[in-house]
């Protein structure tokens, strides 16, 4: 037997709190991985467990099983934390491990498949087992703050691709720069000047957009 607890159907699904035909259902849609077997026998574990729990947990926030097995599917198709952190985890970010049912609870209503493929394929999000793993704490609040404003995710996902674009040229044109005039050893130590530049920019170019909106904010089109 491998190493941990390991079930059988009938306990699997009491431990869970389902049925046996519940069980054989969620297997049959896709909702859970295939069991180890042994001969005729079938040996669930707990990351059975863990993802019965979670389709119990999103089932209670109102998802659907349709919206389930689309996120299963989003999920198990994404990369894992190994490719994301292939060149070594983020010098000055934090990640953070999610459980599925609590990257709902920060984005409320708002985690589709589409949504989770979206921040996959950007690398915000990344598999670990049955955990989600989020690159930056930093990113994951504000990004939560921004939807609970009232702005779509997918709002929120677009522009953060958009933000990488531009970020990456940012850090090639200050790299390059360091690189030319400072000594290979001080490159790093300079990276917060950099830093502190594009948050003055930055700041100043929000001033400056923000001087042109009307202060009452946006208004309705009058009829002609």
């Not at 519940?22 to 669930?44: C, D, K, M, S, V």
């Not at 923000?210 to 002609?224: D, I, M, N, Q, V």
């Amino acid at each position: 037997m491998a190493d941990g607890r390991e079930y059988r159907m009938e306990e699997l699904a009491k431990e869970a709190g389902i049925t046996v035909r519940t069980l054989r259902f969620y297997r049959e849609r896709g909702l859970i991985p295939p069991p180890r077997r042994e001969g005729r026998i079938a040996w669930y574990d707990e990351h059975h467990l863990a993802r019965l729990r979670t389709i119990a947990a999103l089932l209670e926030r109102g998802h659907t099983l349709n919206g389930i097995a689309d996120l299963a599917t989003a999920f198990e198709s994404g990369r894992d934390v190994g490719d994301v952190l292939g060149l070594g985890a983020p010098t000055e970010e934090e990640p953070v491990r999610l459980t599925p049912q609590e990257l709902a609870d920060y984005f409320e209503g708002e985690v589709t498949a589409e949504n989770l493929a979206a921040a996959l394929d950007l690398g915000y999000l990344a598999t670990d087992g049955d955990e989600i793993v989020h690159i930056s704490r930093r990113l994951l609040d504000v990004s939560s703050a921004l939807v609970r404003a009232g702005i779509p995710l997918a709002t929120v996902l677009e522009a953060g691709q958009r933000v990488r674009a531009h970020a990456d040229e940012m850090a090639e044109l200050f790299v390059e720069m360091l690189r030319a005039h400072t000594p290979q050893d001080q490159v790093d130590r300079l990276r917060p000047l950099a830093k502190s530049v594009v948050d003055a920019e930055l700041s100043m170019a929000l001033d400056r957009r923000l001087r042109k909106l009307p202060e009452s904010g946006p208004t309705e089109a009058r009829p002609h």
